[in-house]
């Protein structure tokens, strides 16, 4: 089991075995395992993507193989994402004035 954001019609989940998935439309499936994202900020970019809201976090993730992604989401409780993520993995820690992001640090 893992812990559950609902934004608009997708629900964002941080599984039990750190993935950040996707479940609804537009997105539907594995987004990326927490030891890929690079890095989480606010956004409110209304160009960039689908996104319930343009109150948004931006997510840049890079796979093993190095390919890089980003996504851009709409969360409820960005602060309760934020801590999921963390606590998933302890390479990812808050920065900011706000410390309203994620960077990792490895």
Do not use: M
């Not at 030891?35 to 956004?43: A, F, T």
């Not at 890079?62 to 390479?91: C, M, N, Y």
């Amino acid at each position: 089991a893992g812990v559950a954001w609902r934004a608009s019609s997708v629900t964002y989940q941080v599984t039990s075995d750190g993935y950040l998935d996707a479940t609804g439309w537009p997105y539907n499936g594995r987004i990326a395992h927490v030891g890929e994202i690079q890095r989480v900020e606010p956004s409110n970019d209304p160009s960039a993507s689908h996104a319930a809201s343009l109150d948004r976090l931006r997510i840049d993730f890079e796979r093993q193989d190095g390919w890089q992604g980003r996504i851009f989401i709409a969360v409820h409780d960005e602060d309760g994402f934020l801590t999921a993520l963390s606590a998933k993995d302890p390479a990812l820690i808050r920065a900011g004035g706000g410390e309203d992001r994620l960077v990792r640090r490895d």
